[in-house]
């Protein structure tokens, strides 16, 4: 099954629908832009259910979510009424195609909850190469991405004496080696894009070393870079981002 056709199936969409809610480190980039969002054009890719459009879209001056998921797009029409938000849109597209946007057209651009790494290496290349282009200098850009440094937490079994979560448990940690190998060996590589069991093993994502992420970034032209930890501790020493086992980190950055 593709990421596309993962992100299709509905016990997935409702999920997604259901979420309203900002992890940490996007609540601290909520709080500092909300003063300028009035003012400010924001592009939200893999807008999923709408989960950060509750927060950002209402306030920005305009907002644009899009999604390859047609039925996502259709789910975040129905729940954001167009009559009642009338600054508020929703497309389908992908994050590595931003033809509908002219060079410099955004203010703030968000790729949330590790939306990304869904895609493949040449792919998510492309989208941060579109992203750049499609911000106005001195856009902002917040992503989230998968750490490389914590697939020895997700491969180890967590011992249980309840017998039905020991079963369970059990079962994931000998998928997890059976799909993707000895997380050790894929710990040395730059990046590996592997099946973590999320949505019932549905998906392929993308986990990376966040040093070269920074890297990246950096050659791209992104200045100003941020980095967080996934419960919002902002690492100030970019020099230390590879001692950190966060599953998530959040990187924010200026064009």
């Not at 390859?68 to 029409?77: A, E, P, Q, W």
């Not at 180890?156 to 979560?165: A, D, G, H, M, R």
């Not at 040093?211 to 032209?221: D, N, P």
């Amino acid at each position: 099954m593709s990421n596309v056709q993962g992100y299709r199936k509905e016990d997935v969409v409702d999920f997604y629908l259901r979420s309203q809610y900002l992890f940490a480190a996007e609540q601290i980039i909520f709080d500092e832009l909300k003063a300028k969002l009035p003012s400010m054009k924001m592009l939200d890719i893999g807008v999923g259910g709408g989960r950060t459009t509750s927060y950002f879209g209402p306030i920005a001056k305009e907002y644009l979510g899009i999604d390859y998921s047609l039925d996502m797009i259709n789910g975040c029409r129905l729940k954001f009424d167009a009559n009642k938000f009338k600054n508020l849109n929703f497309q389908q597209s992908c994050g590595s195609n931003l033809s509908f946007a002219p060079d410099n057209s955004y203010d703030f651009i968000l790729f949330s909850f590790n939306g990304i790494d869904y895609n493949d290496f040449k792919t998510r290349a492309e989208i941060l190469c579109e992203i750049y282009r499609v911000l106005k200098p001195g856009g902002m850009f917040l992503f989230s991405t998968h750490n490389l440094y914590s697939l020895d937490q997700i491969f180890t079994f967590k011992f249980t004496l309840n017998p039905f979560k020991f079963i369970y448990r059990y079962l994931k940690t000998l998928i997890l080696y059976i799909l993707n190998g000895d997380p050790c060996r894929l710990m040395k590589k730059d990046y590996a894009i592997i099946n973590d069991g999320a949505h019932n093993f549905g998906l392929r994502a993308f986990y990376g070393r966040p040093s070269i992420e920074l890297t990246r970034l950096a050659q791209l032209g992104f200045k100003n870079i941020r980095i967080f930890a996934h419960n919002g501790f902002e690492i100030h020493n970019h020099s230390d981002v590879d001692k950190f086992t966060d599953p998530w980190l959040h990187f924010f950055c200026l064009k």
